[in-house]
């Protein structure tokens, strides 16, 4: 990357100076960038020179290659050269997420004094990491950005989590059976950038997602004592009780190892944190990793982002800060029955008032991101436009305070019961009105635009401006005065930053240049010339320009000190308004969808009627979605298999029952007719087929595991949803495991239940156990091609139509043939039966065969298959059964030699496809 003319430390330009003097002249700075880089080991140091930051050895060789730059070297004199990498100091963010995003702290130091004096003063400014950035250039807009820390003591697990740029602080506990399992679930939910541990603890249960980059910290800042005493000594309080934390050790070690974390990185983030909030994740649904992913609630398998996943179809929100409390709500569903009505009422009121629903929006709008804004002013980040942008938001609330005044007014005339009253009340709404007051008589727009301190609020800065206003007035008018006193009509009077103030004529006119003019430079066609009295002015002017940036630095901090102390009414305020949007985007997606308002209770029951799946539906582009029933529970069955072809609408299916029980735990309309569900306290998937090679896993070994995890963990209030368990292994393996699985959930954990499979034998079970049932999605065959009713029907499929479903993948014809024949051809044996506890040879010695069943073997083959078919009960028999019967006694007669019997019988049609 060319650098021309980059000032060196000195003040010299670096393309002007002789190869030896840049060597020497470069060497006290490198001494100084040795002390910065010894003060923040583990760092890599952006070392601001002119405009480039440069970094220099080992950090060198990693700037170039994780932020994709050119990688060079600079000799240092007698030093020798060092690798040498930099970045335009107008792109630092852009390669500031680079080096973020692959998980390396990046410590900053800026030039503190103007060059041209010496060696230039240089210092750290702030040290950023992963989980520490406070920027809204470098975060996504509607995703948090965590920074957590796990803590064991003994068999207790603590979690501590905060964002820095929106000052959202939290911890919870983990213990007794299944905490680690636990604690991974809501690492995984968080999502941390950055988590810390102890320096000689392991790692941190993870699932099947690293709780993003691993920072150890010294063991000593997690003891409890310590960390309490940090604690108190931030929150200015004598006690944590009041928090409800103070019996919390382990996670006190966590949160005491958060503070003292951002005290050595960025110490001004401390000022956000003013308390704790203590997690409860018993008041939420479980959702481990495989569930989140195979659900698609926030991150589509398909697109990688948003776009195609749950949050996708519901993120109609009109700030960042409700998208961000939207992404919260689908990752949290609620086990609070009192929450969840409470939530509902209020989508219910927004859905049946549009006009006040589209009014309102258009004030959110105006709010934008008050959270991060307020963490931005917090951090000391924020210039004069913020404090603008501040005041115009602190405006807008109480238009939204009058737009809900109506919508409670409204709802409650039509229903008594109107939970809208409760959010946001007009004590989360505060709209600061006295801190309105300071803004407006703070700052201002000047006549150009740009955001200005109004006079008044700071009188040192008046006065600077007022101490150079004389001057710059002078030298305003000096151009006129000059060119009338010396008759030179081209006299120019110009600025650059190498020369300063200058006085330019053009060569033609240099025999009327005054002689109190001193010659400075020579230019094309012209020379430049300065006057005693121009450089004192440019003396003040620059003195005075000094004087007005240290006096608005001030002003700013103690601005922003003011507003500071009322962030927790700002963030309280802000964070009603993110709830309000957020709820506001679910009534907007209800009402657009005629989504209807699900009855959640403590039943055991789940009633969807015309269900369907919100995502699939919202891509159709017009297309009608077939919806589909489902019952579980109460007085039927809680466990159904479903069987059926392949893109059949099985697991469309599966997936959007989860997906309306979940939008029902989260207070949302659901995209159905109607629908009952009674409390889920998991939601648990085993769903696709996917390898885990970083952990050695095969495709039957991940499926294994997460199906183990779903055993060890569900209970009777959880929701199960397993497609094709078993089929990673051999058949016989699959089938045996697939039963067993679906018996364990039956017999053991009573757990409401989908279980799809292409093991047609499987179906048998709920001949056997009464909690299981059988549906199917319903196919055609005709003209040898499968047609996909996606209509889920009652009792079990008859067959796959996997050899249609794959001509229709675009199996090449002769293969497609080839395999029809082979199923033709193959005996149904050849497919196992996995016989019940009590076969059903037991309950009919006929179905063994003629030869073992007639009991008389004088009979000629023909005449004891006569028998033993007139014996068959075809009523109690499936048509797997019948058809495998069928096989059986062609291939026993066809051993019988002699016989007068036709020697073939008519093929099966298409196969039955397993």
Known sequence: MSRPNVPSVEGTSVAAAEPKQEQEAL???????????????????????????????????????????????????????????????????????????????????????????????????????????????????????????????????????????????????????????????EVVRLNPAETLVPDDAPDPPRGRQAPGHLTRLETWRWAPDRAAETLRTQFRVRSLAGFGCAGMPAAIGGAGAVLAYLERTNPALLALLSGLRVGSPGRWVGLDAATRRNLELTRSLGTGGTRGSLLGVLDLTRTPMGARALRRLVGQPLRDLDEIARRQGIVGAMVGAPSARAVLGDALTAIGDLERLVGRIAGRGAGAREFLTLAAALRSIPEIETILGGMRRAASSNSPSCRLAVLPSPVSLDACPDLLDLLETAVEEDGSGAAAFRPGFAPELDDAVAAVRGTREWLAALEGRERERTGIRSLKVGFNKVFGYYIEVTRPNLSLVPGEYTRKQTVANAERYVTASLKDAEARILASDEEIAFQEREALVRLGGLVTAEAGRLLATARGLAELDALLALAEVAARNAWTAPEVDESDVLEIVAGCHPVVEAHLGGEPFIPNDCRLGGDGAGQAIVTGPNMGG??????????????????????????????????????????????????????????????????????????????GTATDDGLAIARAVLEDISRRIEARALFATHYLELTAVADELPGVTNVHVAALEREGRVVFLYAVQPGPADRAYGIQVARLAGLPPWVADRAEALLMAAPASSAPVIESPMSIAEEDPAWLGPMESSGEPSLTPAEQLAIALRELDLDSITPRQALTWLWEQQERISMVPGEDLPRSVPARANGSGG
Not at 88 to 117: C, D, K, W
Not at 686 to 694: C, F, T, Y
Not at 700 to 721: N, Y
């Open 650 to 727: 099985k697991s469309t299916w599966l997936r959007q029952t989860a997906l309306i029980v979940l939008l029902a735990q989260i207070g949302s309309w659901v995209p159905a007719a109607r629908a009952r569900v009674g409390l889920v306290d998991r939601i648990f998937t085993r769903v696709g087929a996917q390898d885990d090679l970083a952990r050695g896993q095969s495709t039957f070994m991940t499926e294994m595991v997460e199906t183990a995890a779903i055993l060890h963990q569900a209970t009777a209030r959880s929701l199960l949803i397993l497609d094709e368990v078993g089929r």
């Open 27 to 185: 060497v006290p700075s490198r001494r100084q960038y040795l002390d910065l880089k010894a003060q923040h080991p583990g760092t890599i140091l952006l070392y601001r020179l002119g405009d480039f930051y440069e970094t220099f050895d080992e950090d060198a060789s990693i700037l170039a290659r994780d932020a994709r730059i050119a990688l060079t070297s600079r000799s240092f004199g007698r030093s020798g050269r060092a690798p040498m990498a930099g970045i335009p100091h107008h792109a630092l963010n852009h390669y500031l997420g680079r080096l973020l995003a692959a998980g390396h702290t990046v410590a900053i130091a800026e030039q503190m004094s103007p060059p041209g004096r010496g060696l230039v003063e240089r210092a750290v400014t702030r040290v950023v990491s992963p989980g520490t950035v406070s920027d809204p250039a470098l975060l996504p807009a509607g995703e948090n950005r965590y920074l957590a820390a796990v803590h064991r003591l003994g068999d207790c697990w603590g979690l501590a989590w905060v964002d820095v740029s929106t000052g959202e602080f939290a911890v919870a506990e983990f213990s007794g059976d299944g905490a680690a399992a636990r604690l991974a679930e």
